[in-house]
Nanobody, 125 residues
Framework: EVQLVESGGGLVQAGGSLRLSCAVF????????IGWFRQAPGKDPEIVSC????????YYADFVKGRFTISSDNAKKTVYLQMNNLEPDDTAVYYC??????????????????WGQGTQVTVSS
C-alpha cells in the first residue's frame, strides 16, 4: 500500500524558514514523481514543486523560485521541501503527492494518485 506522510509544518514569522518532509512507503514503481502542493483557504490546490525518480530538472512554481528547494534522500525514502524567506501568502496546508508510474512532473493535480494528510504552514506578518 502506497502511503505518504508529511511533517514539518508550523508557525513562522515572515522571512523565516521551514523544512517539510514527506516519507514515502510502498512504492510499486521505480519511475515516479513526487509533488508538493498547497491549498490556501477558499482556493484550489496549486503545485509548488516536484521532482522525479530520475531527479532531473526539478519543477518550481514561479512564486517559489529562488526561495524553495526540493530534494530527496533515497536511503530514507523521504522528499524534502526547504522553504526560505517565507511570506504570509505562503500560508496554506501543504501536501505531498505521488504520481506513479511517471517519468516527468505534471502540474495537474489529478495526475497524482496518492496524497499525504497535509501539514499546516502559517506565516505571520
Amino acid at each position: 500500500e502506497v502511503q505518504l506522510v508529511e511533517s514539518g509544518g508550523g508557525l513562522v514569522q515572515a522571512g523565516g524558514s521551514l523544512r517539510l518532509s514527506c516519507a514515502v512507503f510502498g512504492f510499486t514503481s521505480d519511475d515516479y514523481a513526487i509533488g508538493w502542493f498547497r491549498q490556501a483557504p477558499g482556493k484550489d490546490p496549486e503545485i509548488v514543486s516536484c521532482l522525479t525518480s530520475s531527479d532531473l530538472s526539478p519543477y518550481y512554481a514561479d512564486f517559489v523560485k529562488g526561495r524553495f528547494t526540493i530534494s530527496s534522500d533515497n536511503a530514507k525514502k523521504t522528499v524534502y521541501l526547504q522553504m526560505n524567506n517565507l511570506e504570509p501568502d505562503d500560508t496554506a496546508v501543504y501536501y505531498c503527492a505521488a504520481d506513479l508510474p511517471a517519468t516527468y512532473c505534471s502540474s495537474w493535480r489529478y495526475s497524482y494518485d496518492y496524497w499525504g494528510q497535509g501539514t499546516q504552514v502559517t506565516v505571520s506578518s
